[in-house]
C-alpha cells in the first residue's frame, strides 16, 4: 500500500481520501471511478491463440523433424511423413493447451473479486458492482460478505475475518477499528480489511483506501503476471539431446553420400539410403513416447493424490532439492485438537486426532471414566455449551465441522465423553449470551440448572483467572488462593511452551429470575473448572515423509504465517533437520544478498508475507537448488508459479493458487508431494531407459550400414527396411518400455543435479558400447551372409538380425544396474507383449508375399533364425553379465556431474 492507512486515526483516514462517514456523492464517485479506474485486476496483453500454437514449433528438434517429414514426402514415402507430421501436431496442441496456464490464473484471481458490494452514497446505503468501488468510498460489511477492496475500519463489532487467502493464518483473525504503531506486516493490521477477504463472524464499517491493482490482492496479481516461468530440466535436458542429433544427422547424412558416390553406387539408391538414415538419425518417436511416458506418470501420480497440470513438469519433482512447505493442513492436519487438560489440581491427556470422535482420558497414564471425575466432567460441558461451534458426527465417527476450529475442538472433545453438543443444548439450552469480543477476551452463555440458571465462561487464562474467587475441584467449591493461581499459570505455561492455545473454563450460579446477563454478574464471582490445551496435531504419514526426504537428500522447509513458538514445536514434532527460525521481520531486515548467503541455514521460517515467499524461493533458486512449493492461498500464487514446482491444494486451495501450480495435491498431505517426488524420479528413469534403447538401436543401424558400404561397398538394408525398423519396431517396442514398473529404491537415490541431463557421461559411453556391439555385428553378419547367400537373403538376414538385437535390447534396457532376473523378466508386460506382436509382424514382413514385395525380403530357413537369435542372444548376455560383475560401470555422472551412482549396494 502506498499509505500506512493503519497507523493514522480514522477520522484523518476520512479526511485523507476526502470523504466521510455518510460517503461519497453519486457525482464524486463518477469522477473517481474516471481518475482511478474500475476496482479490478487487470492481467498482461494476451498472446493470440494462434502465435501461442505456432510457438510450440519453435524447437531445433522440430525443425528436424519437419525436415525428415519434408524428405519423406520427396522421397514418395507418404505414410511415413503423415506419422511424423500427426507425432508434430499431437505435441503442439498440448504444448497449447499447456501454454494458456498463466491467463487462467489471472482470470480466476478476477473471479475471486466480490462482484457486488454494500457501499453509503449519498447518505444511503446502495447495493452496487464491485468493480464501480472507488477510493473514499463507505462499505458496509456483515457476515459472509467479501471484502471488495481494501480498506480501513471506522467500525467493528465482534469482527472476525478470514485472510487464509491472503497470510495463511487459518484462524479468522480479529478485527477491531484501533490505531496500530509501526510498520507491521499484512497480517497484523488489525484494523484493515483486505479484498478477496471473507467476515466470518460480526460486522463492520469501512472506507475504501484502495482498489484495482493498487490492492494487497492487485500486487499479488502483478506478481503473478510478472514472474517469467523458466525451463523445466527436461525441457533443457531435450534441447541439449535435440542439439546432439542434429550434429549426427548432418554428419551421417554427408558422410553415406560421400560413401556411396565414392563406392560408385548409384545416386538415387545413394539418396534413398540418405532419406532413410536421416529418419533414422532422428528417433521420430520421440515425442511420442516422452508424452506417453509423461502422461502415465501424470495417471499414476494422481493415484497418490498428487493431480499434475502441466505434462512436462512431472519429472520436475524427481530433481526436487528442497522442499518448501506450507505447515497448516499439509504437515498439520488442519483440525485443531485438545491434547491436554488441567482440572481439579491434575493433568488430563486426552488421546485422539483431528475430527475424529474417538479417544479416551487419562489421568498418570490410567484411563479414567469420565463419571467418577466431576471436574473434567463440567469442565467438557462447559465447553461445549458456551461455544457457537457444531459438529455433524457421521458414521466413521468422524466430524463435519462448522464454525471457529477452536471452538470446535472443544465440542469434539465433550464428544469423547459422549457429551454430544445436541444433547447438552436440550438439557442446558441457552437463554443469554456475552459474545466473545477481541478486548472481552472471554465469552458467556447462560442456562437453566435445577430450578435456578447457571452462566458458563469461557475464555483467556489471565481474564478468567482475575474474574475468579473460587475453584472447584471435583469435591467442591473452595477459595482459589494464590497456591492455586500459581499452579493454573504453571499449567497454562507449560501447555504455551509446547505451541498449545489454551482455554479456560468457569462457571457462577445465579438466581432463576435473572434475564439478561451483564459482566457485572461474573466478574470477580467466577468458580474457576480447567484449562484446555489444544493444537493442530501433525500427520503421522508427514513425519514418515520428512524422514524419506532426508534419506532421499531434500531438505524440508517450513513456510508458515502461524507464529514462530507453534511453527517450531510442529517442527521439532516432525523431526525436521535441524536449522534456524526465522520471523518475517527478520526477513524483511535481511537484504536479498544476506538471504542468498543465510538461507541454506534456516529450516523455518515464521509469520511470513505474501511476497516473502516469493523471496525465498528465490533465494533457494539463486543458490542452485530445485524448488517444489507448496500452498493454498492467493498470496501463495506467485512463489507457486517461481518455484520450479508449484503445489497446490486441492482441499483448502484457492482457484488461484490451483491455477498458479503446477500440481494440485487432491489429499493436502505433505506425503503425496514425497510420492510425487518418488513418482517424478520413476519417471525420469523411464525417459532415460526409452532414450538409452533409441539411441542405442538407432546409432547401431546407422554404424551398420556406414561399415558395410564402406568396406563391402553395399548397403546391408534397404531404405524401406529402416524405416520399417525405425518406425514400428522402435517405437512400438519404446512405448511399453516407458511403463517399466519401479524398483523401490528411487528414493535411496541422491537427487539429480540440476547440470545433468537425461544424457549422462556413463550413459553416453553405454549407448556407445551397446551401439558397437550392435553395428559391428550387424556388419559382420552381413559380410558373412552376402558371401555365402544371395544379396536380396543376406539383407534379409541382416533386417532381421538388427531387429532381434532391438528386442532384446529392450530387456537390457529396463535398468543400467539391475539384471531382468532381478526386476523380474516378466514383471513388465507391455514389454513382454509388445516384443511378440513386434516378432509376429517381422515373421508376416518375411514369410507373406505381399509384404515379402514390398519390402524386397525372402523367406529365411530355420537353421538361418537359429544364428540370427544367437546373435542377438550374446549381445544380451553380454550386456546382463556387465550388470552382475560390473554394475556401476556406467554410472558416472548419474545423479550428480562426474559421481558414479549411489553407495547403496547392488542386489543381482
Request: proline residues 4%; charged residues 20%; aromatic residues 6%.
Amino acid at each position: 500500500m502506498v499509505e500506512r492507512y493503519y497507523n493514522i486515526p480514522a477520522r484523518q483516514v476520512l479526511r485523507g481520501l476526502e470523504s466521510s462517514r455518510d460517503g461519497l456523492t453519486s457525482t464524486e464517485a463518477k469522477l473517481r471511478l474516471a481518475r482511478y479506474g474500475p476496482n479490478i485486476l487487470t492481467g498482461r496483453k494476451k498472446t493470440p491463440p494462434l502465435v501461442v500454437f505456432l510457438q510450440q514449433f519453435l524447437s531445433p528438434l522440430i525443425y528436424v523433424l519437419l525436415l525428415a517429414g519434408v524428405i519423406s514426402i520427396i522421397a514418395g514415402h507418404l505414410t511415413d511423413a503423415i506419422v511424423v507430421f500427426g507425432v508434430l501436431l499431437i505435441n503442439a496442441v498440448i504444448g497449447f493447451l499447456q501454454e494458456t496456464r498463466a491467463e487462467k490464473a489471472m482470470e480466476a484471481l478476477i473471479r475471486m473479486a466480490a462482484p457486488r458490494a454494500s457501499v453509503r452514497r449519498d447518505g444511503v446505503v446502495k447495493d452496487i458492482a464491485a468493480r464501480d468501488i472507488v477510493p473514499g468510498d463507505i462499505i458496509i460489511l456483515e457476515t459472509g460478505d467479501k471484502v471488495p477492496a481494501d480498506g480501513r475500519l471506522l467500525e467493528a463489532v465482534n469482527l472476525k475475518l478470514s485472510e487464509a487467502i491472503l497470510t495463511g493464518e487459518s484462524v479468522p483473525v480479529d478485527k477491531h477499528e484501533v490505531v496500530l504503531k509501526g510498520e507491521l506486516p499484512v497480517s497484523d493490521r488489525k484494523n484493515m480489511v483486505f479484498m478477496g477477504t471473507v467476515v466470518a463472524y460480526g460486522r463492520a464499517v469501512a472506507v475504501a483506501a484502495e482498489t484495482g491493482m493498487n490492492t494487497e490482492m492487485g500486487r499479488i496479481a502483478a506478481g503473478i503476471r510478472d514472474v517469467k516461468p523458466e525451463k523445466t530440466p527436461l525441457q533443457k535436458s531435450i534441447g541439449r539431446l535435440s542439439r546432439y542429433l542434429i550434429i549426427l544427422f548432418l554428419g551421417v547424412c554427408a558422410l553415406l553420400v560421400i560413401l556411396g558416390l565414392v563406392k560408385g553406387l548409384d545416386w538415387l539408391e545413394v539418396f534413398l539410403l540418405a532419406v532413410a538414415a536421416a529418419v533414422s538419425a532422428i528417433p521420430e518417436g520421440l515425442p511420442a513416447v516422452v508424452t506417453v511416458v509423461l502422461a502415465v506418470g501424470m495417471r499414476m501420480m494422481a493415484q497418490r493424490n498428487a493431480i499434475i497440470r502441466k505434462l512436462v513438469a512431472v519429472e520436475t519433482l524427481g530433481s526436487a532439492t528442497v522442499i518448501c512447505s506450507d505447515k497448516t493442513g499439509t504437515l498439520t492436519l488442519n483440525q485443531m485438537t485438545v491434547r491436554r487438560m488441567y482440572v481439579g489440581g491434575r493433568r488430563v491427556d486426552v488421546t485422539g486426532e483431528g475430527y475424529l470422535v474417538a479417544g479416551e482420558f487419562s489421568i498418570n497414564g490410567q484411563k479414567v471414566d469420565i463419571k467418577t471425575q466431576p471436574a473434567l466432567e463440567l469442565h467438557l460441558r462447559i465447553g461445549a455449551l458456551c461455544n457457537d461451534a457444531s459438529i455433524g458426527i457421521e458414521e466413521d465417527r468422524c466430524c463435519s465441522v462448522y464454525g471457529d476450529p477452536t471452538e470446535a475442538s472443544l465440542v469434539v472433545a465433550a464428544a469423547k465423553a459422549d457429551l454430544l453438543r445436541e444433547k447438552l443444548d436440550k438439557a442446558y439450552p441457552r437463554l443469554d449470551e456475552i459474545p466473545f469480543q477481541s478486548e472481552k477476551l472471554y465469552m458467556a452463555t447462560m442456562h437453566p440448572s435445577n430450578g435456578k440458571k447457571v452462566a458458563y465462561v469461557k475464555g483467556a487464562v489471565e481474564k478468567l483467572l482475575s474474574f475468579s474467587k473460587y475453584i472447584y475441584d471435583g469435591q467442591g467449591t473452595k477459595p482459589l488462593g494464590e497456591a492455586e493461581k500459581q499452579a493454573i499459570l504453571e499449567a497454562n505455561n507449560a501447555m504455551a511452551n509446547e505451541a498449545m492455545r489454551v482455554i479456560a473454563t468457569a462457571y457462577i450460579d445465579l438466581p432463576g429470575d435473572l434475564a439478561d446477563l451483564e459482566e457485572e454478574h461474573i466478574r470477580g464471582k467466577l468458580v474457576f473448572v480447567g484449562l484446555s490445551g489444544m493444537d493442530d496435531p501433525p500427520r503421522e504419514e508427514a513425519r514418515e515423509s520428512i524422514r524419506l526426504c532426508r534419506k532421499a537428500g531434500i531438505k524440508v522447509i517450513m513456510i508458515t504465517g502461524d507464529n514462530i513458538l507453534t511453527a517450531e514445536s510442529v517442527a521439532r514434532q516432525m523431526e525436521m533437520p535441524p536449522g534456524r527460525a526465522v520471523t518475517g521481520q527478520e526477513l524483511a531486515a535481511m537484504s536479498d544478498e544476506e538471504l542468498v548467503l543465510q538461507v541454506e541455514d534456516i529450516s523455518v521460517f515464521a509469520r511470513i508475507e505474501p511476497i516473502q515467499k516469493l523471496r525465498i524461493v528465490n533465494a533457494l533458486k539463486s543458490r542452485g537448488h530445485v524448488v517444489a512449493m507448496t500452498g493454498d492461498g492467493v498470496n501463495d500464487a506467485p512463489a507457486l508459479k517461481a518455484a520450479n514446482i508449484g503445489i497446490a491444494m486441492g482441499i483448502t486451495g484457492t482457484d488461484v493458487a490451483k491455477e498458479a501450480g503446477d500440481m494440485t495435491l487432491a489429499d493436502d498431505n505433505f506425503a503425496s508431494v514425497v510420492a510425487a517426488v518418488d513418482e517424478g524420479r520413476v519417471i525420469f528413469n523411464r525417459l532415460r531407459s526409452v532414450i538409452f534403447f533409441l539411441l542405442s538401436t538407432t546409432i547401431g543401424e546407422l554404424l551398420a550400414l556406414v561399415l558395410s558400404i564402406f568396406f563391402l561397398g553395399t548397403a546391408p538394408l534397404l531404405a524401406v527396411q529402416i524405416i520399417w525398423n525405425n518406425l514400428l519396431t522402435d517405437t512400438a517396442v519404446a512405448v511399453p518400455l516407458g511403463l517399466e514398473p519401479r524398483i523401490g529404491d528411487e528414493l535411496e537415490q541422491p537427487p539429480r543435479h540440476r547440470s545433468v541431463g537425461i544424457i549422462y557421461p556413463g550413459m553416453l559411453w553405454r549407448i556407445l558400447f551397446m551401439a558397437g556391439l550392435m553395428g559391428i555385428g550387424g556388419f559382420l553378419i552381413f559380410n558373412w551372409a552376402q558371401a555365402i547367400y544371395s544379396l536380396e537373403e543376406a539383407r534379409t538376414i541382416t533386417f532381421c538380425t538388427l531387429v532381434t538385437f532391438e528386442w532384446f535390447r529392450s530387456f537390457n534396457a529396463r535398468s543400467d544396474e539391475y539384471t531382468v532376473f532381478k526386476l523380474g523378466i516378466f514383471k513388465n508386460r507391455w514389454l513382454v507383449l509388445s516384443v511378440l506382436v513386434a516378432v509376429l509382424l517381422q515373421l508376416a514382413v518375411v514369410y507373406l508375399p505381399p509384404l515379402q514385395t514390398a519390402f524386397q525380403t525372402v523367406p529365411l530357413a530355420i537353421e538361418r533364425w537359429g544364428i540370427i537369435i544367437l546373435a542377438g542372444g550374446s549381445l544380451f548376455a553380454a550386456e546382463e553379465l556387465r550388470k552382475v560383475f560390473f554394475p556401476r560401470l556406467f554410472s558416472r555422472g548419474k545423479w550428480q556431474p562426474g559421481i558414479s551412482g549411489s553407495n547403496k549396494p547392488i542386489e543381482k
